[in-house]
Nanobody, 115 residues
Framework: QVQLVESGGGLVQPGGSLRLSCVAS????????MGWYRQAPGKQRELVAT???????NYADSVKGRFTSSRDNAKRTVYLEMNSLKPEDTAVYYC?????????WGQGTQVTVSS
């Protein structure tokens, strides 16, 4: 059974930073990409950042220059470093793994940016 376990969410003031982590466990064949999506109340889930096995990254325009995604293939872990956080970054952040064996999601971690 595949599990994605996220950590690192919380409450932070505007301008602050957080680092999210996601560890994948279970049988996953040929990971193509790992990444992060988010969903704010009343809005659709949207892509935040993805990173391929080769290290290529893709970011939403709204987070470019502020967020950085990285991964440790050996540990099957993906990270999201979030800086200069804004209230509009408030959302539940979901880890995603796209692989030949399937498309997997974590349970989500809440990020709240508020003074």
């Amino acid at each position: 059974q595949v599990q994605l376990v996220e950590s690192g969410g919380g409450l932070v003031q505007p301008g602050g930073s957080l680092r999210l982590s996601c560890v994948a466990s279970g049988t996953i064949f040929n990971i193509v990409a790992m990444g992060w999506y988010r969903q704010a109340p009343g809005k659709q889930r949207e892509l935040v950042a993805t990173i391929t096995s080769g290290g290529s990254t893709n970011y939403a325009d709204s987070v470019k220059g502020r967020f950085t995604s990285s991964r440790d293939n050996a540990k099957r872990t993906v990270y999201l470093e979030m800086n200069s956080l804004k209230p509009e970054d408030t959302a539940v952040y979901y880890c995603n793994v796209r692989a030949y064996s399937g498309n997997y999601w974590g349970q989500g971690t809440q990020v709240t940016v508020s003074s």
